[in-house]
């Protein structure tokens, strides 16, 4: 192995796609894809950029729904990725983004009314975490957002659970990947970690993921 230095322009080096349902200040709903969300035990800390909605949002004190596509939704995702709900349109995206109040249509998503927040769930996602806002705050550099959200309530296709638990079976679940702009899914198992509490023994029962994922 050569290593090299370089500079790339992004360092996204695979991280999972979610789509972040919130509420606008006069009560429609924005929909935003993002790829920097990460779980601290059941906090998930949001990073998003302080020009769009979904910051504004937030800031505002909006609930969120994340909901984590599969690799077949990617299509839905790109189809909203040049959107920004924000009018008018932030000057630092005016070049690469147009206005959408519409997100849901435009992606060709259904959403589906959440049991604890207002922000509606995206009916297809397998993976939806109902979520409070508890923190705010700018990141060094102050381009982006930081929010640190507690999950209420996890929602799950049954379809990845593994029966009679309320654990997700690795297996059958893959998340959409973000790798260095271009979007994957999970290649197959590698092997196990010793912290695991679904070790292949136990998700032998389990039915394989359905294919209209």
Same mark, same amino acid.
């Given at each position: 192995?050569?290593?090299?230095?370089?500079?790339?322009?992004?360092?996204?080096?695979?991280?999972?796609?979610?789509?972040?349902?919130?509420?606008?200040?006069?009560?429609?709903?924005?929909?935003?894809?993002?790829?920097?969300?990460?779980?601290? &035990?059941?906090? +998930? $800390?949001?990073?998003?950029?302080? !020009?769009? %909605?979904?910051? /504004?949002?937030? =800031?505002? &004190?909006?609930? +969120? $729904?994340?909901?984590?596509?599969? !690799?077949? %939704?990617?299509? /839905?995702?790109? =189809?909203?990725?040049?959107?920004?709900?924000?009018?008018?349109?932030?000057?630092?995206?005016?070049?690469?983004?147009?206005?959408?109040?519409?997100?849901?249509?435009?992606?060709?998503?259904?959403?589906?009314?959440?049991?604890?927040?207002?922000?509606?769930?995206?009916?297809?996602?397998?993976?939806?975490?109902?979520?409070?806002?508890?923190?705010?705050?700018?990141?060094?550099?102050?381009?982006?957002?930081?929010?640190?959200?507690?999950?209420?309530?996890?929602?799950?296709?049954?379809?990845?659970?593994?029966?009679?638990?309320?654990?997700?079976?690795?297996?059958?679940?893959?998340?959409?990947?973000?790798?260095?702009?271009?979007?994957?899914?999970?290649?197959?198992?590698?092997?196990?970690?010793?912290?695991?509490?679904?070790?292949?023994?136990?998700?032998?029962?389990?039915?394989?993921?359905?294919?209209?994922?």
């Amino acid at each position: 192995m050569t290593h090299v230095t370089i500079e790339p322009s992004i360092l996204y080096v695979g991280t999972p796609v979610a789509l972040l349902s919130t509420t606008n200040p006069d009560g429609t709903v924005n929909l935003a894809p993002m790829s920097s969300a990460w779980a601290l &035990g059941d906090v +998930v $800390v949001l990073g998003v950029g302080l !020009p769009g %909605q979904t910051a /504004a949002n937030l =800031r505002a &004190g909006s609930d +969120v $729904v994340i909901n984590y596509p599969s !690799p077949k %939704q990617w299509e /839905a995702v790109e =189809r909203i990725a040049g959107l920004t709900g924000r009018w008018p349109v932030p000057e630092s995206k005016q070049e690469r983004f147009r206005y959408e109040r519409e997100k849901f249509a435009a992606a060709g998503l259904t959403p589906v009314a959440s049991e604890l927040v207002a922000p509606p769930r995206v009916e297809e996602c397998p993976l939806q975490f109902e979520a409070a806002v508890a923190h705010c705050s700018i990141d060094a550099e102050g381009n982006f957002l930081i929010a640190q959200a507690r999950v209420l309530r996890v929602h799950a296709d049954e379809q990845i659970v593994v029966p009679g638990t309320s654990y997700v079976h690795p297996g059958n679940w893959s998340p959409l990947l973000y790798n260095f702009r271009h979007y994957f899914g999970l290649g197959a198992e590698l092997g196990e970690s010793f912290r695991t509490e679904t070790p292949k023994t136990a998700r032998s029962t389990a039915q394989p993921f359905a294919e209209h994922h």
